[in-house]
Structures are given as structure tokens and as C-alpha cells.
């Protein structure tokens, strides 16, 4: 319900904002409603009101609302709310698609070639691949500590340790996996819903294979993969199985 009026909030301070004069209770239900929301006068009227209480709008006379900086603020707000659960609907529904035993395939498959993928960077990186590489890990830091997604930082270190490995075939292997283009956001979005992280196992890679332990390096990927695995098994035994017991329920 808090969620419905969040957006109701939003198309109604995005109407005001898009107009080019102060508009009111009866233009916001007929614009709504060309969007595919039919509400009542009265209940525009409402709400308006209720913008009005908050500072997020100002009446002018009888013509109207306009919005106010508070009330532009909001909206862009409520803005990037929209996207980021639209964007979350979305890999729901990716996640659906692929399943479970998929996802698992997948990082089984990238275990088996990143783990040799690794111990290979460890044993032929250059200086400057290293450089790179921490590079990469420098950004993935700053973009936990801002909050940003990290789905590209993560596909650009393991191409980076996939390059510094210098075997074609492995390489091509894993660029046929990454094929499946949702994959790294599907993984982040299942780490951030149990609560994961990959900064510090990607730290612990990079380690290993600054120190050329190809041993260690191998063993790290291994655990980061395993990680992930663990990751989604959770994932759907919390998810999943909440749904099947709500849906029982019913």
C-alpha cells in the first residue's frame, strides 16, 4: 500500500513538473488516467493537499500547483526509487527464467576454468596487468562505499586475470559464458538480497596473484566461486521457499 502511494506521489509531482503552467485537481486525474491510472478528482485533490503540507507544492490562486525545489527533489527521489525496483523486477524475473540449477551449472563451469585461469595470471602477469588490475579493485571499492553497482567491475577483473592468464582457449571458453549478458547483475542482486560481498574474495585473488602463488591463487578463485554457489543455494531457500509457503498458505 505505502508502496502504491509512493508512486502515486511521484506521477503526480512528475505531471506538475512536466506542465509548463500551475495545473490542479482535475487536470492531474485526466493526465493519470492517459497513463493507465484512473483516480478521482477528490482524491487528486487529496493528495495535493497533502504535497502542499509537506512543501513538495504550492498553490497559486485558483490556477494551480506548481512544484517547489523540495518537491523537484523528491521527485527525482522517487525517480531513482522507481528505476532501481523496476530494475530489481526485472533480474527477479531473469532469475526466474534461468533457475536455480542453471546458475549453478554456470559457476560450476566457471570454477573449472577460472580456477586454472588464476593460477596461469599468477604465473604470467605483467607489471602493467597488475597495475590494471588493481585499478579495478580500486573502483569496485569506491563503488561499494557509494553504493553503485558493481556487475561491470566484477566482469572487468575476471577478463583481466582471464588476459593475464594468456591462454586463448580458457579465455574463449569463459567469454562464452559470460554470453548469458545478465549473469554478473543476476549473481549482485542475489548477493545484496542474503546479505554478500565479492570485494574482499576479489581482494584475496588479486593478492594471491601479485604474490605469483599459483597455488593460492587457484585455491582463492576456487573459494570466490564456491562463494557464489552458496549464494544462490541460500538465495532460493529463503526466496523460494517463502513463496511456496505463502502460496500454501493460500
Known amino acids: 500500500m505505502l508502496l502504491e502511494k509512493q508512486h502515486l506521489f511521484y ?56 512544484l517547489t525545489a523540495s518537491g523537484y527533489k523528491k521527485m527525482k527521489e522517487l525517480e531513482q526509487e522507481h528505476r532501481i525496483n523496476h530494475y530489481g523486477n526485472e533480474l527477479v524475473n531473469a532469475i526466474k527464467v534461468t533457475g536455480k540449477q542453471e546458475l549453478l551449472d554456470i559457476l560450476t563451469a566457471r570454477k573449472a576454468i577460472e580456477s586454472q585461469l588464476a593460477k596461469l595470471a599468477a604465473q604470467f602477469i605483467t607489471p602493467e596487468e597488475i597495475h590494471k588490475m588493481e585499478e579495478i579493485i580500486q573502483n569496485q571499492q569506491e563503488h561499494v562505499d557509494k553504493g553503485i553497482s558493481i556487475a561491470d567491475d566484477d566482469i572487468k577483473f575476471h577478463k583481466a586475470i582471464a588476459q593475464a592468464a594468456k591462454n586463448r582457449v580458457l579465455d574463449a571458453a569463459m567469454d562464452l559464458i559470460r554470453q548469458h549478458g545478465q549473469i554478473s547483475p543476476i549473481l549482485e542482486y542475489i548477493r545484496k538480497e542474503v546479505k554478500s560481498t565479492v570485494l574482499l574474495d576479489h581482494k584475496n585473488i588479486f593478492q594471491a596473484i601479485v604474490s605469483k602463488d599459483t597455488e593460492m591463487a587457484e585455491k582463492a578463485m576456487i573459494r570466490h566461486i564456491e562463494n557464489l554457489a552458496n549464494d544462490v543455494k541460500k538465495y532460493w531457500e529463503i526466496v523460494y521457499n517463502n513463496e511456496e509457503n505463502f502460496n500454501g498458505d493460500n
Open 11 to 66: 506521477m503526480i509531482l512528475k505531471t506538475i513538473a512536466n506542465s509548463h503552467v500551475p495545473v490542479g485537481s482535475g487536470y492531474i486525474r485526466d493526465s493519470l488516467k492517459m497513463q493507465g491510472l484512473d483516480i478521482s478528482e477528490a482524491t487528486a485533490g487529496r493528495i495535493l493537499r497533502e504535497l502542499d503540507i509537506k512543501g513538495y507544492t504550492e498553490k497559486v490562486g485558483f490556477k494551480g500547483r506548481y
